[in-house]
């Protein structure tokens, strides 16, 4: 069993940035693909990006790439969502998960999820 844990959210300002971390219990990220979602009231999760675990090869959701860049520390032990220029509408719940089957765009793909990390930016 892999215990995921987000941290780092927040209420921020418009054009601020925020670093959100993804650390795990019962098994090394190291060796996970991780992908990072995020849901807005009352609506459902919205894909925001991915690292492989084989090459750290990385994938993002329309309109993600270029706010939002995910990385791996050197240790490997965690994920982060690097989110820059945050604006009023990224106000959100963001979730990390971990060990997609296949496909690292879907959220029923994963099969271990943290609980969330509430982001508000305030305009």
């Known amino acids: 069993q892999v215990h995921l844990v987000e941290s780092g959210g927040g209420l921020v300002q418009a054009g601020d940035s925020l670093r959100l971390s993804c650390s795990a219990s019962?098994?090394?990220?190291?060796?996970?693909?991780v992908g990072w979602f995020r849901q807005f009231a009352g609506k459902g999760r919205e894909f925001i990006g991915a690292i492989s675990w084989s090459d750290d090869r990385t994938y993002y959701g329309a309109d993600m790439k270029g706010r939002f860049t995910i990385s791996r520390d050197s240790a490997r032990t965690t994920v982060n969502l690097q989110m820059d220029n945050l604006r009023p509408e990224d106000t959100a719940t963001y979730y990390c998960?971990?060990?997609?089957?296949?496909?690292?765009?879907?959220?029923?793909?994963?099969?271990?999820w943290g609980r969330g990390t509430q982001v508000t930016v305030s305009s």
């Open positions: 019962g098994r090394t990220l190291g060796h996970l693909g």
């Open positions: 998960a971990a060990d997609p089957r296949r496909d690292y765009y879907t959220e029923t793909e994963y099969n271990y």
